[in-house]
């Protein structure tokens, strides 16, 4: 308890330092060691290695992806079909050693789990900054929401086999927390797709960012582990904490773009 304290009074500032007042470059920065040990941390979970040279490509690549969006709007799809290319090679050159669930966790993390992260920078190319804080809020909240329903008034299972200890009392109370969430975000930056428009975008993020727990839940459960890492210490690593996040960041980028 005492370190998961410490994680959120250390945590919340820094997302909102970063996101708020530091440059567009820190920003950048943060978001590519972010995809880095997400990288990271799913090929360790996938090839079950702590270190190694697949290891290290799963964190190169993502940087990758989120830098390259620093300077251009359009997606890297030359640089992603090359990194497949090479990913290929590699496990060919190594005579079956590299398994494809190995591959896929590489390029999965460049592709997928860096776009998402990019999607700040993109939300961010001329928004208002306190919409960079929105993905933050409807995912963080939906969990809050989740974690007093579920803790409270859980009784009914929802995915047993994914996550034993999710109920779909929770999840309703995820939902109800996303939209005290996103309307009290409204209410305080002034910012947004409106009324309607911040109640149909929690709701429909309250979803995915479940969505985005248990997909992050079920990779866990395939290969035996109970976290992606320690890097937040009792929140576990970065696919712990912002598995959600990953799920919603774009969903909130295109809503912003459909509603603006």
């Given at each position: 308890?005492?370190?998961?304290?410490?994680?959120?009074?250390?945590?919340?500032?820094?997302?909102?330092?970063?996101?708020?007042?530091?440059?567009?470059?820190?920003?950048?920065?943060?978001?590519?060691?972010?995809?880095?040990?997400?990288?990271?941390?799913?090929?360790?979970?996938?090839?079950?290695?702590?270190?190694?040279?697949?290891?290290?490509?799963?964190?190169?690549?993502?940087?990758?992806?989120?830098?390259?969006?620093?300077?251009?709007?359009?997606?890297?799809?030359?640089?992603?079909?090359?990194?497949?290319?090479?990913?290929?090679?590699?496990?060919?050159?190594?005579?079956?050693?590299?398994?494809?669930?190995?591959?896929?966790?590489?390029?999965?993390?460049?592709?997928?789990?860096?776009?998402?992260?990019?999607?700040?920078?993109?939300?961010?190319?001329?928004?208002?900054?306190?919409?960079?804080?929105?993905?933050?809020?409807?995912?963080?909240?939906?969990?809050?929401?989740?974690?007093?329903?579920?803790?409270?008034?859980?009784?009914?299972?929802?995915?047993?086999?994914?996550?034993?200890?999710?109920?779909?009392?929770?999840?309703?109370?995820?939902?109800?927390?996303?939209?005290?969430?996103?309307?009290?975000?409204?209410?305080?930056?002034?910012?947004?797709?409106?009324?309607?428009?911040?109640?149909?975008?929690?709701?429909?993020?309250?979803?995915?960012?479940?969505?985005?727990?248990?997909?992050?839940?079920?990779?866990?459960?395939?290969?035996?582990i109970k976290d992606y890492g320690r890097v937040f210490l009792a929140h576990?690593?970065?696919?712990?904490?912002?598995?959600?996040?990953?799920?919603?960041?774009?969903?909130?980028?295109?809503?912003?773009?459909?509603?603006?």
């Open positions: 308890m005492v370190s998961r304290i410490l994680v959120a009074v250390v945590g919340i500032p820094a997302i909102i330092l970063i996101v708020l007042y530091c440059p567009r470059f820190v920003l950048c920065a943060a978001l590519a060691a972010l995809a880095a040990l997400a990288g990271m941390e799913l090929q360790q979970c996938v090839s079950q290695q702590r270190r190694g040279v697949m290891v290290a490509v799963s964190a190169v690549l993502p940087a990758l992806t989120v830098l390259w969006y620093y300077g251009n709007a359009d997606a890297p799809l030359g640089l992603w079909a090359l990194e497949l290319m090479a990913l290929s090679a590699y496990a060919v050159s190594q005579g079956g050693k590299v398994k494809f669930e190995e591959v896929s966790a590489a390029w999965l993390a460049a592709v997928a789990v860096a776009y998402s992260f990019a999607s700040f920078l993109r939300i961010g190319g001329g928004a208002h900054r306190a919409l960079l804080l929105l993905p933050f809020v409807l995912s963080f909240s939906c969990d809050s929401g989740a974690y007093l329903a579920g803790s409270s008034f859980g009784r009914h299972k929802l995915a047993p086999v994914v996550s034993p200890h999710k109920t779909v009392e929770g999840a309703v109370g995820g939902l109800a927390g996303n939209v005290v969430g996103g309307l009290v975000f409204l209410l305080l930056t002034r910012v947004g797709p409106g009324f309607f428009g911040t109640l149909a975008l929690s709701l429909l993020c309250g979803v995915v960012s479940q969505l985005g727990d248990l997909s992050f839940s079920l990779i866990k459960r395939q290969y035996g576990g690593g970065v696919l712990d904490r912002f598995d959600s996040v990953l799920f919603v960041a774009p969903v909130v980028e295109y809503a912003l773009l459909w509603l603006s």
